[in-house]
Structure formats: structure tokens, C-alpha cells
């Protein structure tokens, strides 16, 4: 899990605390986007924020919209596209 896939994929790992899950997601060069799956509001939000991606998705896959801008961080991505950002890009 240290590499970019480009594909449908969903790895599962064992994790014992939410901290070890963020350090893991964030210790990587890449960030285009990041799934949260939760049943805890306040586990989603902290995810949300805590996480180093260009968007990052709760309960779901779809994360994005055409009128939204779509962007990734570090070495995924430079810029954005879609929505008035890509039209600026």
C-alpha cells in the first residue's frame, strides 16, 4: 500500500486506533482521495479533517461532480479540474 493504484481497488488492513490510521494515510507522497466508511458523525468529521487528500469521500465513492473542482495533493495531482478552478487552470 505504498504505491498509486489506478483501479478499482479496496485494501483492507487491521488498524488499532484512529491515530495509526491517519499516520498510515498521510506518511504516503500521494493523496488524490480517501474513504471514510463509519456509522460515528464525529468519526467522519475528524477523518474529514485529518486526512491529506484532494477530497475525501464519507459513506460513499462518489466524490465527484462535474460544477466541483477535483484536485489531488502532494505528488497526485497540480491544479484541479472541473468547476470555475479547472476552467481557471
Known amino acids: 500500500m ?3 493504484p489506478f483501479g478499482p ?3 483492507i488492513a487491521p488498524f488499532s ?3 495509526e490510521v491517519i499516520e498510515r ?6 493523496g488524490l482521495a480517501a474513504f471514510v466508511f463509519t456509522g460515528s458523525g464525529s468519526t ?3 477523518m474529514s ?9 464519507i459513506n460513499h465513492t462518489a466524490v465527484h461532480e462535474p460544477e466541483t473542482p477535483f484536485g489531488g ?3 497526485s495531482g497540480y491544479g484541479a479540474e472541473s ?3 479547472g476552467l481557471d487552470a
Do not use: T
Open 2 to 4: 505504498i504505491e498509486e
Open 25 to 30: 494515510a498521510n506518511s504516503l507522497p500521494y
Open 73 to 75: 495533493v502532494n505528488e
Open 9 to 11: 481497488l479496496a485494501p
Open 49 to 57: 479533517d485529518a486526512l491529506e487528500a484532494g477530497v475525501v469521500g
Open 83 to 85: 468547476g470555475i478552478e
Open 17 to 19: 486506533s484512529m491515530e
Open 44 to 46: 467522519a468529521a475528524a
